[in-house]
């Protein structure tokens, strides 16, 4: 099964031309989108989902036919999550699979996908959680605090973690599953941000801003395959995108420059996968 997974888009169109191009070439059996998909407020299209998005890919399903992928999405910290109800509803033509707290079994393996990250210094907190515990990293705000675009119980935001919606999600024998996160695993390749001697209150900001939970779910379960983004500058900062933790392969495709970074995979050959830029 030939799989190849991007994230961040951004809503930049080139880069999604650049997806829809890589699969009309490659013909993969799987897609999988990890988060941050929209635009900021810059944007021609005044609904980018509705109007850009589903089009895009429902006019590339009904070139590709039976040759369409099957899609896996998720959003992002960067995505509003008002807008999540438009993704379920595009599953109606099938065109993708929305996979938040979910499980969807293809080709004898499992995917899971969970958009939620860890305490960040932004302001729109729909998709942040506390991590392991109610602490947040220096220079980070509370996501009791910032802004949401849904209402949530706060009883839930206080109480409820990135590590027990793991725990809950995920039970099972996680020897075939592929899990599409958008926050990196915590202290490793792939979450290492660009925080170099940035002191508060006397402080140093700690440079790996990854998850905790996340670290040590793939480290008591390891899970065949993880799939990241989140962190844009870490490949360019460590010069890896990929990560073995124990029997787990870690892959991120995070990129902080103008190309879109896919990576490719096979699962049952994991350490042959690539990751290559396009234009």
Not at 30 to 42: A, E, R, T
Not at 64 to 83: A, Q
Request: charged share 30%; glycine share 6%; with cysteine.
């Amino acid at each position: 099964m030939n799989c190849f997974f991007v994230y961040d888009l951004h809503g930049k169109t080139s880069r999604y031309q650049a997806l829809i191009n890589e699969i009309k070439k490659e013909l993969h059996d799987v897609v999988l989108i990890g988060g941050d998909l929209l635009p900021g407020f810059n944007t021609l299209y005044g609904d980018f989902i509705t109007e850009y998005l589903i089009p895009k890919f429902e006019e590339l399903k009904n070139n590709l036919e039976n040759k369409y992928p099957k899609v896996f999405i998720i959003m992002g910290n960067d995505d509003p999550r008002i807008e999540e109800e438009k993704l379920v509803e595009a599953e109606k033509i099938e065109i993708w699979y929305y996979l938040h707290e979910k499980k969807i079994t293809h080709n004898g393996f499992d995917f899971y996908g969970y958009a939620y990250v860890p305490p960040t210094p932004f302001r729109l907190k729909d998709w942040e959680k506390f991590d392991v515990s109610r602490f947040v990293n220096i220079g980070c705000t509370s996501p009791l605090e910032g802004s949401r675009t849904i209402e949530v119980n706060s009883v839930d935001i206080e109480h409820y973690t990135i590590a027990k919606d793991l725990q809950k999600l995920m039970q099972k024998d996680l020897s075939k599953a592929i899990c599409l996160f958008h926050a990196p695993p915590y202290k490793t390749y792939l979450d290492r941000a660009d925080l170099d001697g940035r002191i508060i209150d006397h402080v140093q900001v700690d440079v790996h801003v990854g998850s905790i939970a996340i670290k040590n779910f793939i480290e008591s379960k390891l899970p065949r395959i993880t799939l990241h983004g989140h962190i844009y500058e870490s490949s360019r900062i460590t010069g890896h995108w990929k990560e073995k933790i124990k029997e787990t392969y870690s892959f991120s495709a995070a990129w902080d420059e103008i190309e879109l970074a896919l990576v490719k995979f096979d699962p049952e050959f994991p350490e042959k996968a690539e990751r290559i830029l396009l234009n």
